[in-house]
T-cell receptor
Framework: NAGVMQNPRHLVRRRGQEARLRCSPM?????VYWYRQLPEEGLKFMVY????????ESGMPKERFSAEFPKEGPSILRIQQVVRGDSAAYFC???????????FGSGTRLTVV | GIQVEQSPPDLILQEGANSTLRCNFS?????LQWFHQNPWGQLINLFY???GTKQNGRLSATTVATERYSLLYISSSQTTDSGVYFC???????????FGQGTRLTINP
């Protein structure tokens, strides 16, 4: 049973480009969460999704950021027109229904140059 | 919002030593997890422990929910234990986690 799979592991984008981060949850997990970690800091919640629904996006920046978890395929975190301040590690986690803790993926490290 | 404070912020020990990491939180929680972030950045789930005591090998954790703190014990430390240890809590009725700032543990050979 594979864990939470994130790709790519590393992503370099120039300012103004778009970044797409992918997350496939563990088999049987229907809840997906995205977190951002700035250098030397703890993780900050961004968004919580179930299949085809955004449940809580209270941590998402109001502009340029969006997330989806379609019926088929991975969850996508999309950042449009990236800026240097978007450089961070983005982690995805999943959990089953009947919550018993998260499992995190290995993260995507985004560098904006 | 809920506050999560971890102490100490940094800890440097020799191999073989024991350590205790503390996590205080400011509100009632329905989820508490301890994670280890290794030097390669991977987050490893150590314990899901909203209350009570659990043990896994050289690691154990205790959460006293009524007093709003949790402790992580590491015995007979090894160099591979180095990294940052995060405590994260979830609020009643919510599934998102609020992370502390972490304890950076360095185990020297």
């Amino acid at each position: 049973n594979a864990g939470v799979m994130q790709n790519p592991r590393h992503l370099v984008r120039r300012r103004g480009q778009e970044a797409r981060l992918r997350c496939s949850p563990m088999k049987g997990h229907s809840h997906v969460y995205w977190y951002r970690q700035l250098p030397e800091e703890g993780l900050k919640f961004m968004v919580y999704l179930q299949k085809e629904n955004i449940i809580d996006e209270s941590g998402m920046p109001k502009e340029r950021f969006s997330a989806e978890f379609p019926k088929e395929g991975p969850s996508i975190l999309r950042i449009q027109q990236v800026v240097r301040g978007d450089s961070a590690a983005y982690f995805c986690a999943s959990s089953p229904t009947g919550f018993s803790g998260y499992t995190f993926g290995s993260g995507t490290r985004l560098t904006v140059v | 919002g809920i506050q999560v404070e971890q102490s100490p912020p940094d800890l440097i020990l020799q191999e073989g030593a024991n350590s205790t990491l503390r996590c205080n939180f400011s509100d009632s929680v329905n989820n508490l997890q301890w994670f280890h972030q290794n030097p390669w950045g991977q987050l490893i789930n150590l314990f899901y422990i909203p209350s009570g005591t659990k043990q896994n090998g050289r690691l154990s954790a205790t959460t006293v929910a009524t007093e709003r703190y949790s402790l992580l014990y590491i015995s007979s430390s090894q160099t591979t234990d180095s990294g940052v240890y995060f405590c994260a809590v979830g609020l009643e009725g919510a599934q998102k986690l609020v992370f502390g700032q972490g304890t950076r543990l360095t185990i020297n050979p």
